[in-house]
C-alpha cells in the first residue's frame, strides 16, 4: 500500500505563505484521490482540498481562494500551497490517499501562523 511523507511545514506570520509537499511511494499513485487534512488542538480532523486522479479538486470553504492542491503524477507527489494564511489555519496538515479498497495516511506536519 501507499506510504505518503509530509514536508514543508513550519511558522510563517499572518498573511505569508507556505507549500507543503506529500512524496508518495509503494503503490500507483495516478489512480489514487489525494487530499489534504488538518487537525488542530482540541478540533476534530477535517478536510481542506482534495484532488482526484482527473485532476479535478474540491477545497472547504475557509481555505477557497486562498490554498491551491496539485498533484505530479511523474514524482508521485501532491502539493498544497498556502497563501493569505491567517493564525486559524494553525492545525497539523496530513496527506492522504485513497481508493476505493485503500485509505493511507502520513504523520502529518506542523504549520503555526503566528506574529
Not at 487530499?35 to 476534530?44: D, E, N, S, V
Not at 481542506?48 to 490554498?67: E, L, M, P
Not at 485503500?102 to 504549520?111: A, E, H, K, P, Y
Request: glycine letters at 12%; charged letters at 15%.
Amino acid at each position: 500500500q501507499m506510504q505518503l511523507v509530509e514536508s514543508g511545514g513550519g511558522l510563517v506570520q499572518p498573511g505569508g505563505s507556505l507549500r507543503l509537499s506529500c512524496a508518495t511511494s509503494g503503490s500507483i499513485f495516478s489512480i489514487y484521490t489525494m487530499g489534504w487534512y488538518r487537525q488542530a488542538p482540541g478540533k476534530q480532523r477535517e478536510l481542506v482540498a482534495t484532488i482526484t486522479s482527473g485532476h479535478s479538486t474540491n477545497y472547504a470553504d475557509s481555505v477557497k481562494g486562498r490554498f491551491t492542491i496539485s498533484r505530479d503524477n511523474a514524482k508521485k507527489t501532491v502539493y498544497l500551497q498556502m497563501n493569505s494564511l491567517k493564525p486559524e489555519d494553525t492545525a497539523v496538515y496530513y496527506c492522504n490517499g485513497r481508493t476505493r479498497v485503500v485509505d493511507s495516511w502520513g504523520r502529518g506536519t506542523q504549520v503555526t501562523v503566528s506574529s
